[in-house]
């Protein structure tokens, strides 16, 4: 697959420029967490930089807002109690989110008050999240609610997720990559009428990884999809 080169350099900033130049995705998680950024008020309250959870060279990248408390705390993505219900509604459909999966968010350091993150916050953290996606070159990346979804489709500012959840589609900076947007787990939390179609999204997704092959690629059994109605409880 042909990678799309995606970069943002400042001139005058040889700090962010070294990181976005790390030939690998190790050195680039590894500069990142020791810059100790600085470059967006969110850095203030946070306990640590939260990079990923998962593998870089799944097939199925997965991006969300923002580090809460749980991810601040230990340093992993999504590993709150949306994290864990996610967990579940991915396991539910044989899908491993620590082997199948690479997941991410949008800024690295977590916002006060678990609120989304701001838009000058996004942009500042944006081109790491470049950066990540051009060296782990994802076959998909899922948008996990509203939020990331505007930050990725600049067109997208007035919309219902229910006309936008559960189908795939193309980004013209990423062309060969598909996106899927899914409800955001918390929303699940908070409204359990979500959790169907939540569940048929999923059944989606491990649709079109059986079609492609992708599960294959990692060298593990494809495992059978759950005869299940709904997606699994919180």
């Known amino acids: 697959m042909a990678r799309e080169t995606i970069m943002q350099f400042d001139l005058f900033d040889s700090g962010s420029n070294t990181i976005l130049g790390s030939p ?12 100790g ?21 799944a097939p199925v990248m997965v991006v969300g807002e923002g580090p809460g408390e749980k991810e601040d705390q230990q340093g992993l993505a999504f590993v709150g109690r949306a994290g864990r219900m996610f967990d579940q509604i991915m396991n539910a459909v044989g899908i491993d989110t620590n082997q ?3 997941i991410a968010n949008v800024v690295k350091c977590r916002p006060p008050d678990n609120r989304s993150p701001h838009a000058d916050e996004a942009a500042t953290c944006l081109p790491f999240l ?13 948008l996990l609610g509203a939020t990331a979804l505007k930050h990725f489709d600049k067109s997208k ?4 997720m229910s006309d936008e959840a559960g189908k795939f589609f193309t ?34 997704l491990r649709r079109y990884l059986d079609q ?22 919180s």
């Open 37 to 57: 950024c600085t470059k967006c008020g969110l850095h203030a309250g946070r306990t640590q930089i939260v990079v990923d959870r998962g593998n870089p060279a």
């Open 212 to 233: 492609h092959g992708l599960l294959g690629k990692l060298g593990r059994p494809q495992q059978k999809v759950a005869n299940q109605g709904t997606a699994t409880s």
């Open 24 to 35: 690998t995705y190790q050195e680039f998680k590894e500069q990142l967490i020791a810059s």
């Open 130 to 142: 470049r950066r990540q996606i051009e060296l782990v070159a994802p076959r998909i990346i899922l």
């Open 100 to 102: 199948d999966m690479f």
């Open 171 to 204: 980004l013209p900076d990423f062309p060969s990559t598909q996106f899927m947007v899914l409800y955001h787990p918390a929303a699940l939390l908070y409204n359990a009428k979500l959790k169907p179609a939540m569940w048929q999204h999923a059944k989606t």
């Open 157 to 160: 500012s007035n919309f219902q």
